[in-house]
């Protein structure tokens, strides 16, 4: 799709898909290095749930950024990353990663929502599976549109399926959507056998956002690239 379509269809629908973001030994890795850390999370995790300090409905790899340099690279991954530039410029501050396993259950751990209301500056975000994810796997779901100032608040609904318009966005491993965080989104029950495996990446825009310099201190060695220092906001940004 040309820039001019992207810009488009962000535009008017607040989302993008970019099938085959990660594909071959990319994807192979991400897998490798989800699991792996996932699984030397999950005693704490499920102690945690036992103890009543953690929720049960999903899990984040704690400090994802600071174990693995595939969970670091999804920052600038070029697979969508150059479709979100074509979509909102190359003056981009990287805000952080959720790597997340959401289990199967009966119900959802978060209804429908926007995460910014519009006096505050846009981000966006975007969800890359991990593994296979069908529409009944706990699959994003977003109402096209909804990014829009007249679009008003988010109704409230009983059943997460009976929101207007919405759209659930299946889709196999390594599929990315890149989504105006200002639309109203959600995750669908995920009421198949197998948990849904996914990352939700965040980036602001430079001149929007107060960056702090010292928040990716720690991956000083993995920043070397001036572009890199800059998106991950330890470069001063210049107009």
């Known amino acids: ?25 990319d994807l192979k890795r991400l897998q490798t290095a989800f699991d792996h850390h996932a699984q030397l999370a999950k005693e704490d995790w499920l102690e945690g749930v036992a103890s009543g300090e953690r929720p049960g409905a999903f899990f984040d790899i704690p400090d994802a950024l600071q174990k693995d340099e595939a969970f670091v690279n ?5 697979g969508y990353f150059d479709v979100l530039n074509a979509i909102l410029g190359s003056d981009l501050l990287f805000r952080g990663i959720q790597v997340r396993t959401l289990p199967v259950s009966p119900i959802s751990y978060v209804g429908w929502h926007p995460d910014k209301p519009h006096t505050m500056a846009q981000y966006s975000k975007v969800q890359i599976y991990v593994n296979d994810v069908p529409a009944d796997g706990g699959a994003f779901a977003y109402v096209p549109g909804s990014h829009k100032k007249e679009a008003g608040p988010c109704p409230s609904v009983n059943q997460l399926f009976e929101m207007p318009g919405h759209k659930v966005f299946p889709g196999k491993a390594g599929t990315a959507v890149i989504f105006n ?20 990446v965040g ?3 430079w001149c929007q956002e107060d960056p702090k310099p010292d928040r990716f201190a720690f991956l000083a060695d993995q920043l070397k690239a001036p572009e890199r220092r800059k998106l991950f906001g330890v470069e001063p940004w210049h107009n």
């Open 1 to 25: 799709m040309k820039a001019t379509a992207l810009q488009e269809q962000w535009r008017e629908e607040g989302y993008v898909v970019v099938e085959d973001a990660y594909s071959g030994e």
């Open 74 to 78: 999804l920052a600038d991954h070029p």
């Open 181 to 200: 965080t200002r639309g109203w989104h959600t995750s669908m029950l995920n009421t198949t056998q197998s948990p849904r495996k996914s990352i939700i």
């Open 203 to 205: 980036h602001s825009v």
